[in-house]
């Protein structure tokens, strides 16, 4: 029997879908819907089935109405979403805290604790939320199931998630590190020990998830022990449009000077990592300008690098260990530069990059030289097929034994 699940992941101003055989992997359709609940513009709906794309606007308030606009994209262009062929719905939540260490089956309880752990993700459970609530309406006898992007980085140990604060900020106020993209990092170390023809219960990991939001994870035997970003996706790594790593002193600094909460917060956001330093977080552009010698773009690349290289050799002094680094995400995946750049600064671990296989080959492969001591590879992440994995594995149930 095929696994039929309908992965939504809700954003405060988007939804996007997949219809995914969590069997195959085979995906049925793809949708994004932009601009929900946005009073001065429009929102565009794109619906892709079998390589076709359809496009329309429409008036779409909230999450509901965006809810039913995809159903009304699926029964125009297919494939047809009967109560048959859909086993079940599968919901990226961002924040599971420290009480989802696994995927959940949604019910009322499940719902009031992601409600509760909104705090710690403002931004990301409300909108999680309305598209869970909207799913349910639409598909009220249909399974469906949250799967955390935190969940993964659950097993960290104390030493790796406790940060050396009060004990009142970490009791009262849940400060710990948290971690995000757990099911990209899930994923692509599966995988990566798949690709080493190896039991994932016995390779030791470093997942480079680099994309506009980017972190990095050490993975132990299949179990995550450590990773970059923390109480919120802000801190490790330099990315997009946020700094990663800073002295703890800053706010205090900035406030001294005049800078409000307000704009310190916006510009943590929004203002700063490739973008603070360039003036735009498109990786692209940032490697033209290095290649046509603009000294900020190689400044850039330079920092992201060095911090890269950073992470890679703590992680591999935690791990005891490493068998592999995996590239993943948008730069990842399409940055031989600075993947170049990284491996370049990894000789101690005896790293050596083959940079024919580095600048060109099939989407999955490795790009070190035979003689290096630790492979690297580029392994494309697929966020969708894990959560419609993870989702079949709760609502399946396997066949009766014979
Ligand atoms: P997210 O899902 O976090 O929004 P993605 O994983 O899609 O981000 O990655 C977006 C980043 O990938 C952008 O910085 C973009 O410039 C970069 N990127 C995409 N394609 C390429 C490419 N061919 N070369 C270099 N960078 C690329």
């Given at each position: ?9 809700a ?52 999450h ?27 919901h990226?939540v961002v924040h599971g805290g420290d009480r989802f260490?696994?995927?959940a089956?949604l019910d009322g309880q499940v719902i009031a604790a992601i409600e509760d752990l909104v705090p710690l993700a403002p931004l990301h459970n409300p909108a999680n939320l309305a598209g869970i609530r909207a799913?349910q ?7 469906q199931?949250a799967?955390f992007?935190t ?23 849940r ?228």
């Open positions: 029997m095929t696994a039929l699940v309908l992965v939504l992941n954003g405060s101003s988007s939804l996007k879908y997949q219809l995914v055989d969590a069997d195959t992997g085979a995906v049925a359709a793809v949708g994004l819907l932009e601009r929900i609940g946005e009073s001065e513009a429009r929102a565009v709906a794109r619906h892709t089935v079998l390589g076709v794309t359809t496009t329309r606007e429409a008036d779409v308030p909230d509901a109405a965006a809810i039913a606009l995809v159903l009304e994209a699926f029964t125009t262009h297919g494939p047809a979403l009967t109560a048959t062929s859909l086993t079940a719905v599968g990226r260490r696994s995927p089956l799913a309406a639409a598909f009220p006898d249909t399974p199931v799967v992007d969940a993964f980085h659950q097993s960290l140990p104390p030493h790796a998630y406790t940060y050396a604060v009060p004990r009142v900020w970490r009791e009262r106020h400060v710990r590190r948290y971690g995000f993209h757990g099911t990209s990092h899930a994923y692509v170390s599966r995988r990566t020990a798949v690709l080493l023809g190896r039991d994932p219960a016995e390779v030791n990991v470093v997942v480079l998830h680099l994309g506009n939001g980017a972190s990095a994870a050490a993975v132990q035997g299949g179990v995550c022990i450590d990773t970059s970003m923390g109480l919120s996706p802000l801190e490790g790594l330099v990315m997009g449009t946020r700094p990663g790593d800073l002295d703890p002193a800053l706010p205090t600094h900035l406030a001294r000077q005049g800078v409000s909460l307000a704009d310190y917060d916006h510009a943590l956001q929004s203002d700063s990592g490739l973008r603070g330093l360039t003036g735009t977080n498109d990786f692209r552009e940032i490697i033209a300008r290095v290649d046509a010698g603009d000294p900020d773009a190689e400044l850039a690349l330079d920092i992201v690098s060095y911090r890269l290289a950073k992470y890679v050799g703590s992680y591999a002094v935690a791990l005891g260990r490493l068998d592999a680094l995996a590239f993943t995400a948008g730069i990842g995946e399409n940055a031989p530069r600075l993947r170049a750049e990284v491996i370049g600064r990894l000789g101690l671990l005896g790293m050596r990059l083959d940079v024919a296989r580095n600048d060109s080959g099939p989407p999955e492969r490795v790009i070190t030289s035979e003689d290096s001591a630790i492979p690297a590879w580029v392994v494309p992440t697929n966020e969708e097929l894990e959560i419609a994995r993870q989702t079949a594995a709760l609502t399946v149930s396997p066949p009766a034994s014979p």
